[in-house]
Nanobody
Framework: QLQVVESGGNLMPPGGSLTLSCVASGLMFINYNMVWYRQAPGKGRELVAY????????QYDDLVKGRFTISRDNTKNMVYLQMNSLKPEDTAVYYCWGNDKWGQGTQVTVSS
C-alpha cells in the first residue's frame, strides 16, 4: 500500500518561495495520481494542485494558479509543490494525497 510523508514546511515572508516534498513508499507509485491539499486554521481541507500518474497533466486551484507548480519524479517516488509569491492566505497545513492515503501534513506559515 502507498504511504506518503511530506516535508519542507517553514515560516516564510510574503513574496517568498518554498518547495514542499512528498515521498511515497510502496509499490507502483507510477500508477497513482497525486494531489496536494491544504487546510488553513478554522477552514476545511481544499485541493491545491493535482498531477496525473505520468506527470503530463496538472490542475490547480484558481487561488494558486500561476504561483504554484506541482511536479513529480517517478524514479524517486517523489512529488513536489513549488510555491512562489507566497501570500499570508497561503498559511496552512499542506497534505500530500495518493491512492486514498494521506500524509501527516507540513506547516507553511507566511507572515512578516
Amino acid at each position: 500500500q502507498l504511504q506518503v510523508v511530506e516535508s519542507g514546511g517553514n515560516l516564510m515572508p510574503p513574496g517568498g518561495s518554498l518547495t514542499l516534498s512528498c515521498v511515497a513508499s510502496g509499490l507502483m507509485f507510477i500508477n497513482y495520481n497525486m494531489v496536494w491539499y491544504r487546510q488553513a486554521p478554522g477552514k476545511g481541507r481544499e485541493l491545491v494542485a493535482y498531477i496525473n500518474y505520468s506527470g503530463n497533466k496538472t490542475q490547480y486551484d484558481d487561488l494558486v494558479k500561476g504561483r504554484f507548480t506541482i511536479s513529480r519524479d517517478n524514479t524517486k517516488n517523489m512529488v513536489y509543490l513549488q510555491m512562489n509569491s507566497l501570500k499570508p492566505e497561503d498559511t496552512a497545513v499542506y497534505y500530500c494525497w495518493g491512492n486514498d492515503k494521506w500524509g501527516q501534513g507540513t506547516q507553511v506559515t507566511v507572515s512578516s
